[in-house]
């Protein structure tokens, strides 16, 4: 992608990604568990930590930048646990309107495979995406991800409605 680099955040770039996903949260509520009120009242210090770089990390989140704006991001959530350590989750996919339609979604999904296979043992992607985000579980089968389940109520949007997640993974 032209114009678009892709790296590892770190703790000097919290400001910023917190500025994108506070627009995430804002911009497609229903997308994303957060509410834009939960992510404005964590501290700076958990957004600094989000942002570890560090090779061993629990979590990496990438970001994607358009000169020095932060235009795009995804995070990979390493599991801990023993019997989990084949699995990786891909988290937190966000693109600025502004940037969307650019391919960029397509960058990032593919760099996120490619945080997942660096990560010895990784054998396993899974995600989660609102079952009324066509585009987003479009993007993600073109990937060789498959729908395994669909979680109903998942989120609660007020009004006593609620949306539906759609559970997927795919073998690296």
């Known amino acids: 992608m032209r114009g678009v680099t892709l790296r590892r955040l770190t703790p000097d770039d919290a400001r910023d990604y917190r500025e994108l996903m506070l627009e995430a949260y804002s911009s497609t509520p229903v997308t994303f568990g957060t509410t834009p009120e939960e992510a404005a009242a964590k501290p700076e210090a958990w957004w600094r930590a989000r942002c570890n770089a560090k090779?061993?990390?629990?979590s990496v989140v990438v970001?994607?930048?358009?000169?020095l704006r932060l235009v795009g991001a995804f995070g990979v959530q390493f599991a801990e646990r023993e019997r989990e350590r084949h699995k990786a989750t891909l988290f937190g996919m966000f693109v600025r309107p502004q940037s969307r339609g650019t391919?960029?979604?397509?960058?990032?999904?593919?760099?996120?495979?490619?945080q997942?296979?660096?990560?010895a043992g990784v054998s396993v992607v899974q995600l989660s995406a609102v079952a009324s985000n066509d585009r987003a579980l479009q993007l993600y089968e073109s990937f060789g991800f498959v729908r395994w389940g669909v979680e109903p109520r998942c989120f609660s949007v007020g009004g006593g409605e609620f949306v539906a997640r759609v559970q997927l993974w795919r073998e690296l």
Not at 63 to 67: H, I, K, L, M, S
Not at 103 to 114: F, Q, T
């Open 55 to 58: 090779p061993d990390a629990e």
């Open 116 to 119: 997942a296979r660096a990560r």
């Open 103 to 114: 391919g960029l979604g397509r960058v990032l999904v593919a760099a996120a495979l490619e």
């Open 63 to 67: 970001g994607a930048f358009d000169g």
